[in-house]
C-alpha cells in the first residue's frame, strides 16, 4: 500500500490544490475548454459528428496533422485513403478522432513552451509508447486506435507537472537522483499526490472517456495477473509500451536482458516472438520519424528522441544523423504554411471527389456525402463559411440543412428563402440550373439581384453559388462564401472538378429519395 493509499483526503487535497495552481497560468484555462469542448461531443448523438469535422477543419494545422495519422501505413490497410475529417470520424468512430484531436492540440500546446526540451522529450515518449501499444494490440483486432490513445495519454501527470509546475518537477528528480528514493514516493513527498492521480483528475476534468483515464493507473513491478476484461488489457498494454518506451529511450536495445525481461512479464497481454517483436518496433520507428512532428528543433532532438526514431550515435556519424533527423523536424514557419489552404485547391477536391465516389459506391447516407462535399470545398478554398440548403416541400422553402465555418447555428438557422420565384439571383440560378460566381458581394449587393436578407448575413467577401439538381428539378444548393472579394481561384480545371463534387451529392439526394 502506497502512503496516497494511506491518506486518500489528503491526496484529494492535494490534487484540487494543484489544479488550482495550473487553473492559475495564464493558457491552462483556454486549453482545458478546448479539450472539454471536444469530449463533449457525444458519439451517440448524430449532430455531434458534424460538429466535431466543423470545431477541427477551422484548424487547418490540425486537420492536416490527423490525416496524416489517419493514413498513416497503419490505417491505410482498412480505411483506404481518408481526405476529409468527416470521413475519418466514420471510419474511426467520434471516440477515436475526438481524443487523437485532443492530444494534438494538447502536445502542440505544450511543445512551445520555455521548458521545451524537458517536455518534447516526454512528448515523444507518449507518441511512441501510442505507436509501440497500436503494435502490440494484434494483426486483425479492431481496437488498435483505443490502444494508441490509452497509451498516449498513460503519462499525463508527469507531462502536465513538467510544463505547469517546473520546480516541483526538477525537485522529484533530484530526490530520486541525489537520494535514491523511489518513484512513487518523491512525486508524494514534493506534491502530496503521485503523478497518476493527477493525470486521472484531469482527465476526467478534461471529460475523457473512462477506458483512457482508466489505462492511466500504473501496474506493480511484479508479474501482473492476466487481464478479466478488455479495459483491463488496454491498460496492462499502456503500462508495457509505456515501460518498453523508457527502456528503449534510455538506449536499450531488442534482446537486451531488461527487455526480454519485460516481454516476459507482460506476456498474459502482449505475445511477441522475437521475429514479431523486432518487426512491430521497427513499424513503430518507421511511423514514429513519419508522424513524430513538433519534437525537433534546429538546435536538435532530445537524445531520448533520437534513440527512439532508431539513431544511435553509433549507427552513423554526426552529419549522418543530423541528415536523418530532418524526417522528424518541425517545418520552419515559412514551410507551415503549406498546411493553410493552398493557391491551387485542385489536389484537395481531387481527394474529396475520389472519397464522395467511393462513398456512393459504398452506400453511404446523403449526409455522409454531404459532410465530405463540404468539408472538401471548405478547405480547398480557405473558405469562411459553406452551407447546403435543401427544399422543404412542406413549407415550400429552401432551408439550411448543414453547414462548416462560423457561427454555423445560427447561419444556418437565417439560411432560408421560399420556393416561389423572384428575380434574385438565387432563383434565376436555380431555374435555370446555372452555377453563379459573383467575386465581390459588396460590389453585387448594389442593385445587382442579390437578396437583402442574405446582403445582411454576408455582405462582403465573395460568392460561389450551386444549384443541386435532381431529375432535371432543383431540389437544393450550395452557398460557398470566401471572406476576401475574389477569394475564389476557379480556373477551368478547378471549377470542373467543383461541378463534380456538387454532381456526386445530387446523385446521393437522388439515390435517396430512389
Sequence with gaps: MTESDQHPGIEGGAVEFLLRRMQRSQDFPALSESIRTLNRLSASNEKSIEQLASVIVRDFALTNKILKVVNSAYYAGFAGKVGTISRAIVVLGIESIRALAASLILFEHLSAGTHAERVRALIGKSM?????????????????????????????????????????????????????????????????????????????????????????????????????????????????????????????????????????????????????????????????????????????????????????????????????????ALPDEDEAEVLSPASNPEPVLVDGLQEATAMLAEGADTGQVAQVVLETLYRAFGLHRVALCLRDVSRRRYVGRLGFGGDTDAYLQALQFDEAYSRDVFHVALQRKTDVHIADLAVGSAGHGIPAWYSSLTPHGAMLFLPLVVRDKPVGCIIAEHARPAGFNLESGTLRLVRALRNQLALAVQLRAG
Design 128 to 328: 511512441f509508447s501510442a505507436l509501440v501499444a497500436r503494435e502490440s494490440i494484434g494483426n486483425g483486432e479492431q481496437n488498435g486506435e483505443e490502444a494508441f490513445l490509452a497509451a498516449m495519454f498513460h503519462s499525463l501527470g508527469e507531462l502536465l507537472v513538467a510544463f505547469y509546475l517546473p520546480e516541483e518537477d526538477e525537485a522529484i528528480h533530484t530526490e530520486i537522483d541525489e537520494n535514491g528514493t523511489p518513484q512513487r514516493q518523491a512525486e508524494y513527498m514534493v506534491l502530496g499526490v503521485e503523478l497518476e492521480h493527477l493525470g486521472i483528475a484531469v482527465g476526467k476534468h478534461w471529460n475523457f472517456p473512462y477506458v483512457i483515464t482508466h489505462c492511466m493507473k500504473k501496474l506493480p513491478q511484479t508479474k501482473p495477473a492476466k487481464p478479466i476484461n478488455e479495459e483491463e488489457r488496454l491498460r496492462h498494454i499502456a503500462c508495457f509500451a509505456t515501460e518498453l518506451t523508457e527502456q528503449l529511450a534510455a538506449g536499450s536495445r531488442p534482446g537486451d536482458v531488461s527487455v526480454n525481461a519485460l516481454l516476459e512479464r507482460f506476456n498474459g497481454c502482449v505475445k511477441f516472438e522475437k521475429a514479431e517483436f523486432d518487426d512491430a518496433l521497427s513499424n513503430a520507428r518507421s511511423e514514429y520519424r513519419n508522424l513524430a512532428e513538433g519534437l525537433a528543433s534546429k538546435e536538435g532532438s532530445p537524445t531520448s528522441i533520437l534513440a527512439l526514431a532508431g539513431f544511435g550515435r553509433d549507427d552513423a556519424d554526426e552529419d549522418e544523423q543530423s541528415k536523418d533527423i530532418a524526417d522528424v
